[in-house]
């Protein structure tokens, strides 16, 4: 069974940068082809896709967030961050890690409640 544990901070300041890890078990990232995702979830709203790394290290980012966001994995530490530049209190939500595996979301990330504050 897949799981992912989500670290990082829960605080971080205007224009910093917001860094999340997630790490995953029960599966090997060298050789599984998932799509692994980064979503968010603004307070009172939806569910907001970030982006996501593939297995051959291709990424696709939200429109709106492209310009700030970076998506990466990591195959020896078996795990795969995601970097936001240049936050504002806009960017305050919870953060999810998820994989996507034949077409369908089966792993998820515990959720980071993170709040650009300073």
């Known amino acids: 069974q897949v799981q992912l544990v989500q670290s990082g901070p829960g605080l971080v300041k205007p224009s910093q940068t917001l860094s999340l890890t997630c790490n995953v078990s029960?599966?090997?990232?060298?050789?599984?082809?998932?799509?692994w995702i980064w979503i968010r979830q603004p307070p009172g709203k939806g569910l907001d896709w970030i982006g996501y790394v593939s297995h051959t290290d291709s990424t696709n980012y939200s429109p709106s967030l492209k310009s700030r966001a970076s998506v990466s994995r990591d195959t020896s530490r078996n795990q795969f961050t995601l970097q936001l530049r240049s936050v504002t209190p806009d960017d305050t939500a919870i953060y999810y890690c998820?994989?996507?595996?034949?077409?369908?979301?089966?792993?998820w990330g515990q959720g980071t409640q993170v709040t650009v504050s300073s």
């Open positions: 029960g599966t090997s990232m060298l050789v599984d082809q998932s799509w």
């Open positions: 998820a994989r996507v595996s034949n077409m369908a979301y089966d792993s």
